[in-house]
């Protein structure tokens, strides 16, 4: 296979195409390339002896020495050819500069497919076609036909379409902004988003990553795996525009009707902690703040300003974007008396009047800085002789750099602010041309920091059935679908609800009256009849419910209504009977939560607003399964009924924690069945803080049946329970091995709080103390695509105990991994590390890696005789270190 690092830092390039005309695409790329003189260029053109004063190739095999990275820049058609050629050489990265493929109809298709061909049968790693290929300003490569050199810098812009992306980047060097990388994949028939993302994952140079998406995300669950790694650490911006409806319209359901691709990827980005922007002035902005480490703790922002107009445009500005002005302290407002006039007035936004000098705004920037009800100061400045900008900004430089919180500042004006703007930019302070730029900014900041918190909170233990009743419910999926049903409703909907815990007012089906009458006796009145059909999703569609009926001869009445509305409302639509059940007198809140799974995004769960307002209000949101508790809040807090629930003009508030787990039930539920491709549970009806599930909806189809994953439908894996298991230490203590889930944190925390000093230098090679809350939630929540952690638990007194844990982290090229095992010291000496290394060994093989290598320091015996007992080869290394690699293949 190609090693995709040989594109971004080659020792040996060829460029085919190479020519000396004018102004050619070919003529620039040589420019560009000749410019690295630490690289050896070889122009490859048949019809030339020399380029430039280089000695020019016929072909890329007549090259004496290897290859590294070819670039291709020749007519579409030829592009097959040369690709060959490239493989032939044994060429481990190209770049097709050439354009004319998929994007210019079935001619260029077949090409592109050809291109496909080659590529796979020689591995090597292709970016593009149509890419105009990359710049790396860090380590002077610039293989692009692009003449300005931008500065250097920590950002990387990844960006697919050329043109667009293009513009985006000649607008960031001109406004002087420092690139890592830049790359453009162009038509991605090999090198992705995901693989970009690993690649600067390791990369020095590389504090955040700007993105520019023009079509689909083709291998999501790919793109998630890089992006949350990566974005744990370092901040990820992506402009992704949907065009208004983009996705499947064919649905069922009210959750098909209101889940669109423009909200799943909002959902997808926030799962994996990616900041989206919305608007092509906001990239540049947001990428150039976020990887401070002063962001915002809250949306409680200061605007300070000498022009009062513009601060009330920057408050409103504020409001709509849902954040909130910091209302001041009375201490606070004591202290800035002392530099006002009498007449000031005293509120957010502070105007500073007209001739306010630098001391004034230097005096209510620290006075709002040390106010705990402030998160983060704006100034916005209008050129006033009486504060020069230059002034102004060494004072925002000196206060910044003493405090925690963000400063960002809005320069209004032209000549008059370029030296202020100039100092602050030469100190990473951001400044704006606009106050509305400047609040949009710091709204962006605070919600990837609250983003971050949220990814770093630790999970509340939830009381729901990790293991439910499910084997007969798959038995009724498979019945019904080899039946060519794909519809439940009624009781059968209920019974996927009820085996998973959630709450029902139990329902029945019936046919007729008499059998209604019979049932109605049973429950007590008063009752609910509703239609059950599998072609109306919406009961108002079919004249909706008949409730609150509190006698026999009502009954008959609505019976005959509700049996005959459907034809009247809904001709064609099939109906399979009718449902009774106990009417709940009292609803203070109805909620709706739903499922479904798109071609692209997999399976998606949705929460809101329910009942009769559902598709009125459109008040929902949307998450990735698997939800944990406090994904599960979250889901709820992105509504506004979320609001409601804690209770409103005399109703009592929703139990919320109940809440919490019903939508982990549900998400479960989902997780389990890849068959379910759209489910409505509408509503849920909550009473005097009581929830319960009156009514369901299932649509099932078999289109996953012949995948060989387990979980063909979800982007994000699920807990993998298939490596669950007990074990028994050689003294004969029990022990239950599992992977580690989010929930485990104050486990590890006290396991590794209560290591000996040389348990903790064997596994960290260091003694670490001071391990923080963020890393060990990073230790906890991992990617099981990507890694595993295997934890060893005990009882202890009654209390759960991890006395080991083993982990095991996957390289980028998904061809090795490196381990790592610690066990209390408590539990030495009784078969433990062992036994951890060897379920690491499974999981590795499960993964199709080729091996499995770890450091041991050469003074930890015990380790290095168990790796010798498990076949590993140990190779020493300085500082006293031994290398351990057992190969799988």
């Known amino acids: 296979m190609g090693d995709m690092r040989k594109i971004f830092n080659p020792e040996t390039i060829a460029l085919i195409g190479a020519t000396e005309k004018e102004h ?94 080659i590529r796979n049968r020689y591995g090597m790693r292709v970016m593009g076609p149509n890419s105009i290929g990359i710049i790396r300003p860090t380590v002077g490569l610039n293989t692009t036909p692009i003449e300005d050199t931008p500065d250097k810098g920590n950002i990387a812009f990844i960006t697919e379409s050329g043109a667009f992306g293009r513009a985006l980047l000649e607008w960031g060097i001109s406004s002087h902004i420092g690139f890592s990388l830049i790359a453009s994949l162009g038509a991605m028939i090999d090198v992705d988003f995901g693989d970009l993302i690993d690649f600067l994952g390791e990369d020095p140079y590389t504090r955040s990553i700007m993105i520019y998406m023009e079509h689909p995300i083709d291998d999501i669950k790919r793109f998630a795996s890089a992006a949350k ?167 925002v430089i000196e206060l910044a750099q003493k405090s925690q919180k963000p400063i960002i500042i809005s320069y209004m004006g032209g000549t008059g602010v370029i030296k202020g703007r100039k100092l602050l930019l030469e100190h990473n302070i951001p400044s704006y041309d606009t106050p509305e730029e400047a609040v949009k900014t710091y709204m962006y900041m605070y919600r990837y920091k609250r983003n971050l918190e949220l990814l770093y909170e630790t999970p509340s233990e939830l009381a729901v059935d990790r293991a439910p009743p499910k084997n007969n419910l798959r038995v009724t999926v498979r019945r019904a679908l080899k039946k060519g049903t794909t519809f ?96 709940v007198e009292t609803i203070d809140y109805e909620v709706m939560l739903g499922a479904k799974r798109d071609s692209r995004f997999g399976s998606m769960i949705v929460f809101g607003m329910g009942g009769a307002g559902a598709q009125v209000f459109k008040d929902f949101s949307i998450a990735l399964p698997p939800l944990n508790q406090i994904l ?16 409103y003009r005399g109703r009592p508030p929703a139990d919320l924690q109940k809440m919490e787990e019903i939508i982990v039930a549900f998400s479960n539920l989902i997780v389990d069945f890849p068959e379910i491709a759209e489910m409505d549970v509408n509503p849920i009806a909550i009473s005097d803080g009581k929830a319960y599930a009156l009514d369901a909806r299932i649509i099932i189809s ?59 230098r064997t596994r960290f090679f260091q003694t670490i103390r001071n391990i923080t809350h963020e890393m060990h939630v990073r230790f906890c929540n991992i990617d099981y695509d990507r890694e595993m952690a295997i934890v060893a638990e005990v009882r202890e007194r009654d209390r759960r105990r991890i006395i080991g ?24 000496g009784k078969g433990l590390g062992y036994k951890l290394v060897d379920v690491l060994i ?4 499960d993964k199709g890696l080729e091996e499995v290598c770890g450091y041991v320091q050469s003074t930890n015996l015990k380790m290095l005789n168990v790796c010798k007992k498990l076949g590993f080869t140990s190779a020493p290394l300085p500082d006293h270190v031994s290398r351990v690699c057992l190969p799988l293949k």
């Open 24 to 117: 050619s695409v070919g003529r620039i790329i040589l420019d560009n390339l000749l410019l690295s003189e630490q690289r050896k260029v070889f122009p490859v053109n048949p019809s030339r002896e020399t380029v430039l004063g280089h000695a020019s190739y016929p072909n890329i095999r007549d090259i004496a020495v290897h290859v590294d990275l070819a670039v291709i820049s020749v007519r579409a058609e030829m592009v097959p050819r040369c690709l060959e050629d490239c493989g032939l050489a044994g060429v481990e990265g190209v770049i097709i500069v050439s354009s004319g493929f998929s994007e210019v109809g079935p001619e260029g298709k077949r090409l592109e497919d050809e291109v496909i061909a």
């Open 229 to 395: 790694g990566f974005a744990l650490n370092k901040p990820i911006i992506v402009l992704r525009p949907v065009p208004a409806g983009e996705g499947e319209k064919t649905t069922r359901t009210l959750a098909g009707l209101l889940a669109d691709h423009n909200r799943m990827y909002d959902a997808l980005f926030k799962r994996i902690g990616v900041v989206r922007v919305k608007e092509v002035a906001d990239i540049f902005n947001v990428a150039s703040v976020l990887h401070t480490k002063r962001l915002p703790k809250g949306s409680r922002l200061l605007i300070i300003t000498n022009a009062g107009g513009v601060g009330t445009m920057a408050t409103n500005t504020l409001v709509e974007l849902g954040g909130e002005p910091a209302v001041l302290s009375e201490e606070s407002l004591r202290e800035l008396d002392k530099f006002f006039p009498n007449y000031w007035n005293r509120q957010n936004p502070i105007y500073l009047l007209r001739d306010a000098e630098v001391e004034r705004f230097s005096q209510s920037i620290s006075i709002g800085l040390r106010d705990p009800g402030v998160d983060g100061i704006l100034i916005v400045y209008t050129f006033q002789a009486a504060a020069k900008s230059e002034e102004l900004a060494r004072t």
């Open 488 to 583: 439940f409703g009624g009781e059968e909907a209920a019974r996927f609800l009820s085996n998973y815990g959630i709450p029902t007012i139990r329902s029945y089906t019936v046919l007729t009256f008499e059998e209604a009458a019979r049932k109605a006796k049973d429950i007590k009145y008063p009752v609910v009849l509703k239609v059950v059909s599998p072609d109306v999703f919406d009961r108002a569609d079919a004249g909706g419910p008949a409730t609150g009926i509190q006698d026999e001869e009502q009954l008959r009445h609505e019976f005959e209504r509700v049996s005959g509305r459907i034809k009247d409302k809904t001709p064609g639509a099939r109906a399979t009977g009718i449902t009774i059940r106990k009417m």
């Open 632 to 647: 599960a809040r979250r889901l709820m807090e992105e509504t506004q009924v979320y609001k409601l629930l804690h209770g």
């Open 702 to 760: 078999d289109d996953m049946a012949e995948s060989a994953s387990q979980y063909p439908h979800l982007v994000i894996t699920p807990y993998p329970a298939r490596y669950i298991m007990p074990w028994t230490l050689s003294d004969g203590t029990e022990v239950l091995l599992r992977p580690i889930r989010p929930e485990d944190e104050p486990l590890e925390h006290e396991m590794l709080s209560t290591l000996s000093d040389e348990s903790l």
């Open 805 to 828: 844990i083993a982990r095991l982290v996957i390289e980028p090229s998904l061809k090795s991994a490196e381990y790592a095992v610690v066990v209390h010291d408590n539990y030495h």
């Open 842 to 845: 499974g999981f590795a093989q």
